[in-house]
């Protein structure tokens, strides 16, 4: 682990779950609400530059959504081909269903992933022997960037 990423994450051992889950959530607000707003413009300059950069990234698909594709027509065409074939862990529900509308595709950002966030966490609890503290951090560390989930590798 890298000194600039170890330092990071005892800046993210301090931040508990709640506060991660309204960091995630304002930031996907304010830039799915203002996608004119860059990264220069981020709502939590105090977080570690990689959560900033992570936060903002997560949004880029709502300010692509209408833009040219070099596969499709429009990002949003694109989205839609492509994840209709990855699943929500678990649900069988295909990503491509919150690639229909802008909104649809918003409401999953804002909701579905800490949501999942949260079950995968539980299931580390439960079935992988965490402490509630372990799992609390894990969540924080994914919900912010620094460890990488299931929704973040397909759009990597």
């Known amino acids: 682990m890298s000194p600039k990423m170890s330092q990071s994450t005892s800046t993210l051992q301090s931040i508990g779950p709640l506060t ?16 004119s707003k860059g990264l220069k413009d981020s709502p939590h300059k105090h977080l570690p530059q990689f959560v ?6 997560s949004t880029l698909p709502l ?10 027509g ?7 081909d492509n994840l209709r074939n990855v699943a929500i862990p678990g649900t069988g529900i295909p990503l491509s269903v919150f690639c229909y509308f802008r909104i649809t595709a918003f409401f999953f950002l804002l909701f579905i992933q800490p949501l999942a966030v949260i079950f995968a ?6 079935n992988k022997g965490f402490t509630v503290k372990e799992a ?21």
């Open 20 to 35: 991660a889950l309204y960091y995630y959530m304002s930031t996907i607000l304010y830039y799915g609400l203002f996608p």
């Open 136 to 156: 609390s951090f894990h969540f924080v560390k994914v919900l912010l960037g620094e460890e990488i989930d299931w929704c973040s590798e397909w759009r990597a």
């Open 63 to 72: 300010k692509l959504w209408s833009e040219p594709h070099y596969r499709k």
């Open 52 to 57: 900033q950069t992570y936060l903002y990234q």
């Open 121 to 126: 966490t539980i299931n580390l609890k439960l």
């Open 74 to 80: 429009t990002y949003q065409q694109d989205l839609k």
